[in-house]
């Protein structure tokens, strides 16, 4: 029999056939949406918008057993990391919000045990559903102990009874936390911080390049930045873009610099120290030259203006460096075509820049950007 939308009794089987139909259903959904050109930020919310928000019902009753959850992961492996390897780790970092170095990439074993545990927290109530009576009924029956008593002592069962075998075990995590936030009818909220990932020391940023200070995650995440570029300072932050040994069988190049080649390639090398993109920062410099008097230009435009538009430009000279160098070295190792010269790196940058500013005095028209001649001429 099926009951707003879940097969009952639920048995072994009836929740087979639940998540089955579930997952035959996401699969095509995140294919599609996984060839959507979007941000990490983007594609995670895309993630829970569209493809989790349709499961989370079923999930609130019965979870999904482990192998339904590892699919359920790789479709949002797929949507939000495209197929690449070179991420910080989905079960730890990537989960933190951006504030703390993460992206909020969904933590499924938590939400599914958060919610599990929740539905457990019925049997607290003073006047419990008709289920749960007859839930409680039949564990009283099979082990002589109430389910309130189980979840007191952490105890679980050995019989796969759904919902009490998750629900249980996922009591169990969190009474470990907090022996009385169970008995206060918690909301998913105030679940979810017990069980998430918490890392011992705040994760701070991998130094990068003096002209990208200041260099927290407030800034990499700043609003003025186009959000592609926050995802590649983001990837530099945590030395985690593919350079070296991780591409040696990929770039034609090997693990070489392609600038640089005898030059073991690392993300410190390609965004700070190679001779020749480094020039790159200093074409920034220059063109930042022409708004402010300072030592540091560039840093300073962000630092020391007042004016937000002035910060604005800043930060989108630095995005301008920064997609530049990804994208002369992504085009030479991945893509293998020519290595591009110092002049065509130039224009690479000048093109960038300026549809940068194009689109900016679109939107703010009193922004004080150079002209594009005296961009031009600055570098």
Not at 80 to 101: E, F, K, M, R, V
Not at 199 to 225: A, G
Not at 289 to 316: A, C, D, F, K, Y
Request: glycine share 2%; with cysteine.
């Amino acid at each position: 029999m099926e009951t707003l939308g879940v097969i009952l009794p639920l048995t072994t089987a009836n929740i087979t056939t639940l998540w089955q139909n579930l997952i035959t259903k996401l699969t095509p959904l995140a294919k599609s949406l996984a060839t959507r050109s979007l941000s990490y930020r983007g594609r995670v919310l895309v993630a829970k918008s569209l493809v989790l928000s349709r499961i989370w019902y079923h999930a609130s009753i019965t979870s999904p057993p482990r192998p339904f959850r590892k699919h359920i992961r790789s479709l949002l492996m797929q949507i939000i990391w495209h197929g690449s390897n070179s991420h910080p780790p989905t079960d730890t970092t990537a989960t933190l919000p951006l504030s703390q170095g993460g992206i909020s990439f969904p933590d499924l074993d938590v939400e599914f045990d958060i919610r599990a545990a929740k539905l457990m927290t019925t049997f607290f109530n003073p006047n419990p559903p008709f289920w749960a009576r007859m839930l409680n009924h039949a564990t009283q029956t099979s082990h002589n102990r109430s389910i309130p008593f189980l979840i007191f002592n952490q105890q679980g069962t050995t019989l796969p009874l759904e919902p009490r075998w998750a629900g249980l075990n996922a009591c169990k995590r969190i009474w470990e936390k907090s022996s009385t936030i169970l008995l206060s009818n918690p909301s998913l909220p105030q679940l979810r911080p017990l069980l998430s990932y918490s890392p011992l020391n705040p994760i701070s940023p991998t130094p990068s390049h003096p002209s990208l200070t200041p260099w927290t995650w407030q800034e990499i995440f700043h609003v003025h930045r186009p959000r592609k570029v926050a995802d590649i300072m983001w990837r530099i932050a945590h030395n985690h873009i593919p350079t070296g040994t991780r591409v040696s069988t990929l770039s034609p190049d090997g693990p070489h610099c392609p600038w640089c080649p005898l030059v073991l390639n690392s993300t410190s090398h390609l965004f700070v120290s190679c001779s020749t993109l480094s020039q790159v920062w200093t074409w920034a410099d220059n063109i930042a030259r022409l708004l402010t008097n300072h030592l540091s230009p560039l840093t300073s435009l962000i630092l020391h203006s007042r004016l937000e538009n002035r910060q604005r430009i800043g930060r989108l000279i630095q995005s301008a460096v920064i997609h530049t160098i990804w994208t002369a070295y992504t085009d030479r190792a991945f893509s293998h075509k020519d290595t591009l010269s110092l002049n065509n790196i130039k224009h690479l940058f000048l093109s960038t820049l300026i549809s940068y500013r194009h689109i900016d005095l679109a939107q703010h028209s009193k922004s004080p950007w150079p002209s594009p001649i005296s961009i031009s001429k600055a570098i």
